[in-house]
């Protein structure tokens, strides 16, 4: 059907910058929506941003001014560009993608997940 593939993660200093990929393939028909969410340790996964096949994005509040989400819609790819990080961003980073694909000699949709990257902020 459809697999994510994400990659970008890592440790980083409070402060410092790291920039997540997400690709997906298979049998995609079209890309709806693309976004990240995180998962911390103990807490349940949150919404960190999103955007649209035209553009549009969505940030939580708790990342505003400092994450920029991305896409290349030509390559099914889709960025999170993550800067002054701190402690709290630490987590599980998620990619999903809203999509359409073929199977079966049908277009269905779907609703797919990578695999997640892990962050880690601490000095």
């Keep these: 059907q459809v697999q994510l593939v994400e990659s970008g993660g890592g440790l980083v200093q409070p402060g410092g910058s790291l920039r997540l990929s997400c690709a ?10 693309m976004g990240w969410y995180r998962q911390a340790p103990g807490k349940e996964r949150e919404l960190v941003a999103t955007i649209t096949s035209g553009g549009n994005t969505y940030y939580a509040d708790s990342v505003k001014g400092r994450f920029a989400i991305s896409r290349d819609n030509a390559k099914n790819t889709v960025y999170l560009q993550m800067t002054s990080l701190k402690p709290e961003d630490t987590a599980v980073y998620y990619c999903n ?6 199977s079966n000699r049908r277009v269905s949709p779907g609703d797919f997940w990578g695999q997640g990257t892990q ?3 601490s000095s």
């Design 24 to 33: 997906a393939s298979g049998s995609i028909f079209s890309i709806d929506a």
């Design 97 to 102: 993608a809203v999509v359409r694909y073929t």
């Design 119 to 121: 962050v880690t902020v």
